[in-house]
Nanobody, 124 residues
Framework: QVQLLESGGRLVQAGDSLRLSCTAS????????MGWFRQAPGKEREFVAA????????YYADSVKGRFTISRDNAKNTVYLQMNSLKPEDTAVYYC?????????????????WGQGTQVTVSS
C-alpha cells in the first residue's frame, strides 16, 4: 500500500494560482486511481478532482471545473492539482487520496489511502 505526502499549500490572494503536489511511496503508484478532496472548517470532506491510472480520464467537481487541473507523473509517483483563479471559498485543507483500482470514484469512502493534508487559504 502506498503512503501519500501532500505539499504546496499556503496563503494566497483571490485570483492567484497554486499547485499542490502529492508524492507517493512505493513502486505501484501507477496502479492507483488518485483523487483530491478538501475540507473546510465545519464542513464535510468533499470531492475536488480525480484522475485515472494512465491519466486518460479526469473528473472535477462543478465548483472547480475550468479553474483546477489534476495531472499525474507516474515516473515521479506524483499527482498534482493546479489551481487557478482561486477564490476565498476554495479555502480548505486539501487531501490526496488513492485507491488500488481502475475505477475512478467521486465518493471519499471508496478511497482507502489518504495523506495528512495541506492547508490552502485564499484571502479576499
Amino acid at each position: 500500500q502506498v503512503q501519500l505526502l501532500e505539499s504546496g499549500g499556503r496563503l494566497v490572494q483571490a485570483g492567484d494560482s497554486l499547485r499542490l503536489s502529492c508524492t507517493a511511496s512505493g513502486r505501484t503508484f501507477s496502479t492507483y486511481t488518485m483523487g483530491w478532496f478538501r475540507q473546510a472548517p465545519g464542513k464535510e470532506r468533499e470531492f475536488v478532482a480525480a484522475i485515472s491510472r494512465s491519466s486518460g480520464s479526469t473528473y472535477y467537481a462543478d465548483s472547480v471545473k475550468g479553474r483546477f487541473t489534476i495531472s499525474r507523473d507516474n515516473a515521479k509517483n506524483t499527482v498534482y492539482l493546479q489551481m487557478n483563479s482561486l477564490k476565498p471559498e476554495d479555502t480548505a485543507v486539501y487531501y490526496c487520496a488513492a485507491r488500488d483500482s481502475g475505477i475512478v470514484y467521486f465518493d471519499r469512502s471508496k478511497y482507502n489511502t489518504w495523506g495528512q493534508g495541506t492547508q490552502v487559504t485564499v484571502s479576499s
